[in-house]
């Protein structure tokens, strides 16, 4: 298919800087609304045959994702001391690639709960966080979570769960097949008087708009899927964009700036080509849908004589807030085997804890489900029981590989305005431009939190048999994949980076829609989230131009 | 055709019906191809370690994940997977391990005058090894080796795939359940009486 391309210098309706998650979304949405649209995506373009069954390159050396070398970023804890480099996993990781990290994520898609959007209503501020109610409710997003599940393909079970939203519609494919871990959590579970549900998934269960079902090859969490069934939107919403004829993807096409006029608004986007060398996008209006490490970086990479802070930054809130969701994982071995292997990483989740609850301590919630979280060598390298790391004993725990699970906590993180994606005064990446520099220290009752979910977990697994459970520590988080919170959407211009509609309050045809929106963080999966605020955000913007109000 | 492709095919065909094969065979075909050629492990040899380097990493890792009844990490070449990293993916790191090894030799030295690590029985290198399982040389070895056990055999350890012969992981491109042990006789989803309801 030879799909539409436009010159640099043709000024297009939008120029969507991102392809992943949000910037998919918003592509297929714009263009299919009759924009001429130029979606600008720093990684290359990749397909099923390009992707493989390799840990090594995955877990271990970055290889679909940013990487220390080419994208260079520092990392502190404490925000007084100096950052320093990262040499292996980067701090802020993203699958770098069209479709973004929609390509590699375990494609867990929980919707938010009501509570989620006016928790601070309900359980009041907390000391020494930025913790806020979101300008929208579950309601004004429902129709969009819907559209998430029917469009962009998510298979589950409608009101399995007893704590599930309100919803209109059921989900479009049945759950996927259940697996064993899935079995001993319900199993566990119930036992317990819990809810553990099928998981829903952006995975396909059965032929799925013109894609295959899923053959349960066990390579989603970190790989992109060799046979299309993960509903990545490379896979989706990235094809269909480029179908009406309106909408170019460009790949290997890394934006590092956004231009503004004398009036102060956004002319385009300065990006470096596949050619190495400068050229310039012109368009009527800008969208950053970069993820939200990147996204605060590029705005502030783009401070002006006029915006010396970083544009559309007046409240001094960009990259402020960085959320990475809390977590905890909890091991345990059963008599039998149960091949985690195989198949996807998960089939059942339980959110019986999902509230906060005040009476706990702190403040906090959040689901737990079982899995193995990666493949062999992960396990073997960090997740093993810690009975032996070495020797002959160590050969012994490895041959209980197929007998164990990881039961994963994912838990909230509060909004602390110390955690944060800054410009590191000195790194500069391979193309020169400012690295960005993470501070990130998890607040106590994020890591309460999770080890709550893990005692709960460690309930659950010994009521469901388990012969051996073991405790991998938690301890305060160094890498991030869930990047959340940096330009956060609010009412108020002073407190918040973008309005309820992901328009910038500075820069009237400046939009930002990714992870970077998110008021709270959610209990841990937030992909759903992005996509419904994508699909929203486009209906809005969409309207905003035909009105001409941009 | 190899077993893996062969056997992925079969499984796909099943799950997936006849039509949406012959649409997508060129593109699976290429993938599950690629994948099994890549599986073809390179020669032994090295380029970043010495003779006598690769003689103690190689001891090193004989002793993280023993030989016994069945292969360790000798035999599934954990040092070439090491000796490569060194040059790949664990590059940035490797003036860290190979003086980390140094100061190995000098501590093992002063302790045995005259031996060296690679050459002395095995219970004094699992002894003097105790000793310094806290340093980062040693915790370092022990991840390139694990990895050397359980990476892809295309990056030179995991020979033969003993790695994953010993941790029960089949290389497959896809499976059918019943997975494991436990969903083989799942009754199926029992639904949760509604809100309100007892």
């Keep these: ?550 | 055709m190899g077993s893996t492709r062969r056997s992925f095919l079969t499984a796909s065909g099943q799950a997936l019906g006849a039509g949406w094969l012959a649409l997508n065979w060129p593109k699976i075909s290429a993938a599950a191809m690629h994948a099994h050629e890549s599986a073809a492990a390179p020669e032994p040899r090295l380029a970043i370690l010495s003779a006598a380097q690769a003689r103690d990493f190689d001891a090193i890792a004989s002793q993280i994940v023993p030989t016994d009844d069945t292969p360790g990490a000798h035999e599934a070449g954990a040092v070439y997977f090491i000796d490569a990293a060194l040059g790949g993916f664990h590059a940035v790191h490797r003036e860290e391990v190979l003086g980390g090894h140094a100061r190995f030799l000098t501590a093992f030295t002063a302790k045995y005058p005259g031996e060296s690590f690679a050459g002395s029985p095995v219970t004094r290198q699992v002894e003097f090894l105790k000793s310094v399982e806290t340093t980062p040389f040693f915790q370092t070895m022990r991840f390139l080796t694990v990895l050397g056990l359980l990476a892809h055999p295309k990056y030179g350890g995991n020979r033969d795939g003993v790695g994953w012969k010993l941790v029960g992981f089949e290389d497959l491109h896809a499976f059918q359940p019943p997975f494991g042990y436990y969903d083989r006789d799942y009754a199926g989803f029992v639904p949760y009486a509604k809100k309100g309801q007892a």
Aim: some cysteine.
């Design chain 1, 1 to 550: 298919m030879s799909a539409r391309t436009y010159k640099p210098s043709e000024q297009v309706d939008f120029a969507i800087v991102g392809s992943g998650a949000s910037g998919g979304v918003l592509a297929r949405e714009l263009s299919q609304a009759g924009f001429s649209v130029v979606v600008l995506e720093q990684g290359p373009r990749l397909g099923p045959s390009d992707f493989e069954h390799d840990e090594l390159k995955h877990w271990f050396a970055n290889g679909i994702t940013n990487e220390p070398v080419r994208n260079p970023q520092t990392f502190r804890a404490d925000p007084a001391a100096k950052a320093t480099r990262v040499l292996d996993i980067p701090a802020l990781m993203y699958a770098r690639l069209v479709g973004g990290s929609s390509v590699h994520y375990t494609a867990n898609f929980w919707r938010f709960h009501e509570i989620d959007f006016h928790e601070r209503s309900v359980l009041g501020a907390i000391a020494g966080t930025g913790f806020a109610d979101w300008p929208i409710e579950y309601a004004d997003l429902e129709p969009y979570y819907t559209k998430v599940e029917w469009e962009i393909g998510v298979s589950g079970l409608a009101y399995a769960s007893p704590f599930d939203p309100p919803r209109t519609k059921p989900y479009p494919m049945p759950p996927m097949p259940v697996k064993s871990s899935g079995v001993l959590l319900e199993r566990g579970g119930r036992k317990l008087g819990l809810h553990p549900f099928p998981a829903p998934l952006a995975i396909a269960s059965q032929p799925f708009r013109g894609r295959p079902a899923c053959v349960h090859c066990g390579f989603c969490e970190g790989y992109g899927c060799e046979v299309m069934a993960k509903s990545s939107t490379l896979y989706n919403m990235i094809p269909e964009a480029e179908a009406t004829g309106r909408c170019e993807v460009r790949a290997e096409s890394y934006v590092f700036r956004v231009d503004t006029d004398k009036r102060g608004r956004a002319t385009g986007v300065a990006y470096f080509g596949r050619d190495k060398r400068e050229h310039f996008q012109h368009a009527k209006a800008v969208v950053l849908a970069a993820n939200g490490a990147e996204t605060a970086r590029l705005l502030l990479n783009s401070a002006n004589a006029k915006s010396p802070d970083g544009l559309a930054n007046s409240s001094g809130y960009v990259g402020k807030y960085l959320m990475f969701n809390a977590g905890s994982a909890t091991g345990a071995s059963f008599e039998h085997e149960l091949n985690e292997y195989k198949s996807v990483q998960v089939t059942r989740i339980i959110h019986d804890f999902y509230d906060a609850d005040p009476r706990r301590g702190f403040y906090g919630g959040g689901g737990i489900d079982a899995r193995i979280d990666g493949a062999p060598a992960w396990w073997a390298a960090i997740n093993n029981p810690p009975d032996a790391s070495w020797g002959a004993a160590y050969k012994q725990v490895l041959r209980d590989f197929p007998k164990s699970l990881i039961s994963v906590g994912h838990c909230t993180s509060l909004p602390v305005e110390t955690n944060s994606v800054t410009i590191d005064p000195e790194l500069k990446d391979a193309w020169g431009v400012p690295a960005m520099r993470a501070t990130y220290l998890d607040h106590k009752d994020d890591l309460a939190t999770a080890a709550f979910m893990q005692d709960r977990a460690v309930e659950i697994l010994d009521a469901a048999g388990a012969k051996k459970i073991w405790r991998v520590p938690i301890v305060p988080q160094t890498v991030g994949v869930h990047l959340l919170g940096t330009c956060r959407m609010g009412n108020d211009p002073k407190s918040s980076v973008v309005d309820k509609y992901h328009r910038t309050h500075d820069v009237r045809n400046l939009f930002l829609c990714d992870g970077g929106s998110f008021v709270t963080s959610g209990r841990g999966q937030p992909t759903m989230t992005i996509q419904a605020l994508a699909f929203r955000a486009a209906d809005h913007i969409a309207q905003f131009a035909r009105r001409n109000e941009i």
